[in-house]
T-cell receptor, first 113, second 115 residues
Framework: SQTIHQWPATLVQPVGSPLSLECTVEGTSNPNLYWYRQAAGRGLQLLFYSVGIGQISSEVPQNLSASRPQDRQFILSSKKLLLSDSGFYLC????????????FGSGTQLSVL | AQSVTQLGSHVSVSEGALVLLRCNYS??????LFWYVQYPNQGLQLLLKYTTGATLVKGINGFEAEFKKSETSFHLTKPSAHMSDAAEYFC?????????????FGTGTRLTIIP
């Protein structure tokens, strides 16, 4: 069966520090991969999605970037965190055959202080 | 452009009472609609979906939702609330059920169940 792993679960970082969140999917190949951010009172915002290795689409201009170095690995990064980067980050994957098959990781709570 | 509005960021109901979580959407083409549930410190889990066909859709855990085109609504209901239903619920809309079309989420409704 397919599983999605996301880590760390919780992260506290000072303003200006770098960020690297990792997400991996097991049990499938060539998944569509997504990074969402959940900020209080703002629902889920799609940040990036990828349909293949090295293919990244950005939905919102921001301080973050994403990379897909391997088929089932999706990384969210920042060179210098801002206070506004705080939030709950969710990785998700789908097989591209419908959103009823969109599966989420357990999320990373990022606090930038 | 598509959008979703969830009325009520917090809803409280007594155990055994009707649960009604409201969702209105905006879409220029026939929408695909979804409800997801998020339990504390977890990712999102699909509750139910409307793509085509029957407008009343049933999901997991006794939830159901009705697509009403004339009202542009997709409200989520459950006849009798259970303590385990306490969670945050998200409505979402897309114009295509495939991953190359953006899935737009509402701001969420936190459901509290009163014993």
């Amino acid at each position: 069966s397919q599983t999605i792993h996301q880590w760390p679960a919780t992260l506290v970082q000072p303003v200006g520090s770098p960020l690297s969140l990792e997400c991996t999917v097991e049990g499938t190949s060539n998944p569509n991969l997504y990074w969402y951010r959940q900020a209080a009172g703002r629902g889920l915002q799609l940040l990036f999605y990828s349909v293949g290795i090295g293919q990244i689409s950005s939905e919102v201009p921001q301080n973050l970037s994403a990379s897909r170095p391997q088929d089932r690995q999706f990384i969210l990064s920042s060179k210098k965190l801002l206070l506004s980067d705080s939030g709950f980050y969710l990785c998700a994957w789908s097989d591209g055959q419908g959103y009823e098959k969109l599966f989420f990781g357990s999320g990373t709570q990022l606090s930038v202080l | 452009a598509q959008s979703v509005t969830q009325l009520g960021s917090h809803v409280s109901v007594s155990e055994g009472a009707l649960v009604l979580l409201r969702c209105n959407y905006s879409s220029s083409v026939p929408p695909y609609l979804f409800w997801y549930v998020q339990y504390p410190n977890q990712g999102l889990q699909l509750l139910l979906k409307y793509t085509t066909g029957a407008t009343l859709v049933k999901g997991i855990n006794g939830f159901e939702a009705e697509f009403k085109k004339s009202e542009t609504s997709f409200h989520l209901t459950k006849p009798s609330a259970h303590m385990s239903d306490a969670a945050e619920y998200f409505c979402a809309v897309t114009n295509s059920n495939f991953g190359n079309e953006k899935l737009t989420f509402g701001t969420g409704t936190r459901l509290t169940i009163i014993p």
